[in-house]
């Protein structure tokens, strides 16, 4: 056995693979710290442009410097006509919203402000994936896409190009508390792959599209959809039980539940639960926020007894859904709103990666055969071992 073999640890689980000023997740108090700030401290009251700021900067902006950061977002969102081209192809041929994403984030290097140009570029990259979801979904549902309108910070004007008319106020507050929450998450997959892809020294576009393809797993970022659905056809709390036990008893996992790190309550579900419960409340309609409470409810308890000593707990996706439901987002932009928001943490973790940079590769353990002879192609047969 080589030293490497008594190393080996399945998933990196507890593997501590970088250092970062950007948040500290911790599983076992349930907190989670973004830039210095208890998360559900900051997330409820700061404008997301406020958080991408504090993230890219270290500090939370002055009211000048906030409105210079929004302006260079709002001219830098323009979509290049490739791209354009390209949500249209993939609307019309049934690509779904991430496949879509993934494929234009690829294409931003057409018209990219070079990367000397202070925040330029970063900008671009973010300012353009709300412009990129919602005019994938328009073009989906036979409408013509709009343009961010100008004036508007970056939720409200994805609420408004989704929907064609300006959003309420508590609609955007609600819509910045969900993005501020997910904004950053320790060294999870899609921002690992992200800081791999940069440690090699290639570029941010790179690291974007690895990152979105990491993201839209249904064990990372694909979760909230499934959630949803699952609360909709259970449908009724006293359906619950059975429903869930079901899917248990066939091995199925319950989406929104469980993770990796939080072995306790995960903190971001407490913050878009109140955001959520606000949300209905102002909706005067409380009955899906109540049925979830259930479902949730009896998935813990019946976790418990499937899974006794696993910790498994709610997690971000299953109040995501709720909130992005309540805000009237469609379910299939429910992983490419994520994407929004968590680009914003890959870029600040490319950034932090490449002032510190060293090259993040790891080992692998040799499990295959050793000591084969050649057998010449014309004496192979499938008992050989050339099959
Ligand atoms: N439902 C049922 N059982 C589960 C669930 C679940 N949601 N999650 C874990 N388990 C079980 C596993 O089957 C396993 O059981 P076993 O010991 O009998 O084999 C045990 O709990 C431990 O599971 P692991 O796979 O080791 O846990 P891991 O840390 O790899 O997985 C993960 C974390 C992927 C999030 C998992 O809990 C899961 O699949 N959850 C459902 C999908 C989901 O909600 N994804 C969103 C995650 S949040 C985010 O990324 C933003």
């Known amino acids: 056995m080589n030293d490497n073999q008594s190393h080996y640890i399945p998933g990196l689980e507890g593997v501590v693979a970088a250092q970062t000023r950007l948040s500290h997740v911790d599983g076992e108090a349930g907190e989670l710290v973004i830039a210095g700030f208890p998360l559900e401290e900051i997330a409820p009251r700061a404008a997301f442009e406020e958080m991408v700021y504090l993230l890219w900067s270290g500090e939370l902006p002055t009211a000048s410097q906030l409105e210079e950061f929004r302006f260079l977002l709002a001219e830098n969102s323009r979509l290049p006509a490739a791209v354009l081209d390209v949500l249209r192809a993939a609307a019309s041929t049934g690509v779904d919203s991430m496949e879509a994403l993934r494929m234009t984030a690829g294409l931003l290097s057409l018209d990219l402000p070079s990367d000397s140009q202070g925040w330029a570029q970063d900008a671009a990259l973010l300012a353009r994936l709300p412009v990129m979801a919602a005019t994938w979904w328009r073009l989906r549902s036979g409408l013509q896409p709009l343009e961010p309108p100008p004036g508007m910070g970056l939720a409200s004007s994805y609420l408004y190009m989704l929907r ?28 690992f792959t992200a800081r791999v892809i940069i440690s090699t020294g290639s570029d941010l576009v790179s690291a974007l599209v690895g990152a979105i393809g990491a993201l839209k797993g249904p064990l990372h970022g694909g979760a909230p959809g499934p959630a949803l659905q699952m609360v909709f056809e259970i449908g009724d709390p006293d359906q619950a039980e059975a429903y869930l036990r079901k899917k248990l008893e066939s091995g199925e996992r319950l989406m929104g539940f469980g993770h990796r790190v939080y072995k306790v309550r995960d903190p971001r579900a407490d913050v878009l639960a109140a955001a959520a419960e606000t949300l209905y409340r102002q909706a005067g309609d409380m009955r899906l926020y109540e049925l979830a409470r259930a479902v949730e409810r009896k998935a813990l308890e019946l976790l418990e007894e499937y899974k006794p000593g696993r910790r498994l707990q709610t997690n971000v996706e299953f109040y995501t859904a709720l909130l992005l439901h309540g805000l009237e987002i469609p379910l299939e932009l429910f992983t490419p709103t994520f994407t929004i928001s968590r680009a914003a943490g890959w870029i600040a973790h490319c950034r932090e990666q490449q002032r510190e940079n060293r090259l993040i590769r790891p080992q692998s353990q040799y499990t295959g055969p050793r000591d084969r002879r050649w057998v010449p192609l014309e004496k192979r047969t499938e008992s050989s071992g050339a099959s």
Do not use: F, M, Q
């Open 164 to 191: 064609g008319s300006e959003p309420h106020p508590a609609h955007v507050r609600a819509l910045e508390t969900y993005l501020n929450t997910v904004i950053d998450h320790g060294l999870n997959a899609s921002t």
